[in-house]
């Protein structure tokens, strides 16, 4: 099984910053990507920002210039740095992770996807 842990969500005020970590544990051969995404109550779950395992990156429009994904391979860890952080930021942010859990899984191509349990990020004033 996999495991993706999460923190460094909280509550901040409009245009302060606050840093999320994810770190995944378990059946992992090798990590494709790690992701953010985010939810509020009703709609659907958002892609925030991405990042691949040779660091290609990839952003929402609403966060480019303010957030800054990163990831530690050797840690199987992702982080994502929020700066400027505005009211409409607040959901709940969802860690995910695409990776082949074995040798075999990631010659033959295979990969799941596992998500975290999510953290609450609030901004206000």
């Known amino acids: 099984q996999v495991q993706l842990v999460e923190s460094g969500g909280g509550l901040v005020q409009p245009g302060g910053s606050l840093r999320l970590s994810c770190a995944a544990s378990?059946?992992?051969?090798?990590?494709?990507?790690m992701g953010w995404y985010r939810q509020v109550p009703g709609k659907q779950r958002d892609l925030v920002a991405a990042?691949?395992?040779?660091?290609?990156?990839n952003y929402a429009d609403s966060v480019k210039g303010r957030f800054t994904i990163s990831r530690d391979n050797a840690k199987n860890t992702a982080y994502l740095q929020m700066n400027s952080l505005k009211p409409e930021d607040t959901a709940v942010y969802y860690c995910?992770?695409?990776?082949?859990?074995?040798?075999?899984?990631?010659?033959?191509?295979?990969?799941?996807?596992?998500w975290g349990q999510g953290t609450q990020v609030t901004v206000s004033s």
């Open positions: 995910n992770a695409r990776l082949s859990n074995t040798q075999v899984d990631w010659y033959k191509g295979r990969s799941a996807d596992y």
């Open positions: 378990g059946s992992i051969f090798s990590i494709n990507a």
């Open positions: 990042i691949t395992s040779i660091g290609s990156t």
